[in-house]
């Protein structure tokens, strides 16, 4: 270890189990020195997985809906009392589509479920933000970090009102990351990551076969949870004080790329297939 958080103090929203991103952030943290808070909602609580990683981490657990103001404000300020002021970063690890669990496509959403996607997944990022600020809750220099995917540029089969979510969360980020900069010098940025194995990612309708295409596409391969958060550490710590206001590609090339020979070779494949020449 670095000791990159040495010192530093934090809050971690959406650790579910130990294959959830904000899990693996939360060990790093850990082991580069940190202390924080982890939240989640009550009903993902009853699960009690994350009394595990709370036992682990030597963390307190505070349980908060994400969509509600003043869940949150009761997060900030609990969080601080137990850390002993304002805290140096925020993971923003939150995301879930009523729609695409009930098999919903984007042609025939249920509007209701759509509103609760983008509360849940998008705009839960602007109350932490809005509440943090007016409570004074990061330091100066903090570092503030939501994770996002590609669907928010581009259109992935089965990623439904997700992508609208996602989109929603970049543009959060670039906004606000503005007014903190300017007014606190804290940093605002989005991380694009590979599809990775967690229970929110494996919903995703055919998420196996775009692990598998994004793997052959990437010349990097995927990145898996335990690497990103290796990439959300270093954006927590002070070597990225000058970074804000972007939407990081963590996906091993991926974002960049067009046609890879692998996936090429792959597609030809089909054409030796009779029955699949005339798709």
């Given at each position: 270890?670095?000791?990159?958080?040495?010192?530093?103090?934090?809050?971690?929203?959406?650790?579910?189990?130990?294959?959830?991103?904000?899990?693996?952030?939360?060990?790093?943290?850990?082991?580069?020195?940190?202390?924080?808070?982890?939240?989640?909602?009550?009903?993902?609580?009853?699960?009690?997985?994350?009394?595990?990683?709370?036992?682990?981490?030597?963390?307190?657990?505070?349980?908060?809906?994400?969509?509600?103001?003043?869940?949150?404000?009761?997060?900030?300020?609990?969080?601080?009392?137990?850390?002993?002021?304002?805290?140096?970063?925020?993971?923003?690890?939150?995301?879930?589509?009523?729609?695409?669990?009930?098999?919903?496509?984007?042609?025939?959403?249920?509007?209701?479920?759509?509103?609760?996607?983008?509360?849940?997944?998008?705009?839960?990022?602007?109350?932490?933000?809005?509440?943090?600020?007016?409570?004074?809750?990061?330091?100066?220099?903090?570092?503030?970090?939501?994770?996002?995917?590609?669907?928010?540029?581009?259109?992935?089969?089965?990623?439904?009102?997700?992508?609208?979510?996602?989109?929603?969360?970049?543009?959060i980020a670039r906004s606000f990351g503005y007014i903190y900069g300017r007014d606190k010098k804290v940093r605002i940025n989005t991380v694009s990551q590979s599809p990775t194995k967690t229970t929110a990612g494996s919903g995703v309708k055919g998420f196996d076969g775009l692990i598998d295409f994004t793997e052959r596409m990437s010349p990097l391969g995927?990145?898996?949870?335990?690497?990103?958060?290796?990439?959300?550490?270093?954006?927590?710590?002070?070597?990225?004080?000058?970074?804000?206001?972007?939407?990081?590609?963590?996906?091993?090339?991926?974002?960049?790329?067009?046609?890879?020979?692998?996936?090429?070779?792959?597609?030809?494949?089909?054409?030796?297939?009779?029955?699949?020449?005339?798709?």
């Open positions: 270890m670095y000791n990159l958080l040495k010192g530093k103090k934090g809050i971690i929203f959406g650790a579910l189990n130990s294959s959830s991103i904000a899990w693996k952030v939360a060990e790093k943290a850990y082991e580069e020195g940190a202390q924080f808070t982890l939240t989640n909602t009550p009903i993902a609580l009853r699960f009690g997985e994350l009394d595990e990683l709370a036992k682990k981490c030597n963390a307190e657990i505070i349980p908060a809906d994400a969509t509600s103001v003043a869940d949150i404000e009761n997060v900030l300020k609990k969080s601080m009392e137990i850390l002993g002021g304002p805290v140096d970063f925020i993971l923003h690890s939150i995301g879930m589509s009523l729609n695409v669990r009930k098999g919903r496509t984007y042609d025939d959403l249920d509007y209701n479920f759509y509103m609760k996607t983008l509360d849940i997944s998008g705009l839960s990022f602007h109350k932490v933000l809005q509440v943090a600020r007016k409570l004074d809750a990061i330091k100066e220099w903090g570092s503030v970090v939501a994770l996002s995917y590609i669907a928010a540029q581009r259109t992935l089969y089965g990623y439904n009102d997700m992508a609208d979510a996602k989109s929603i969360l970049e543009s995927n990145a898996d949870a335990d690497e990103c958060a290796d990439y959300c550490i270093t954006l927590f710590s002070d070597l990225t004080k000058k970074v804000t206001m972007q939407n990081l590609y963590h996906d091993g090339g991926f974002s960049n790329m067009g046609m890879s020979l692998k996936a090429m070779r792959q597609y030809n494949k089909s054409f030796d297939d009779p029955e699949d020449i005339s798709i």
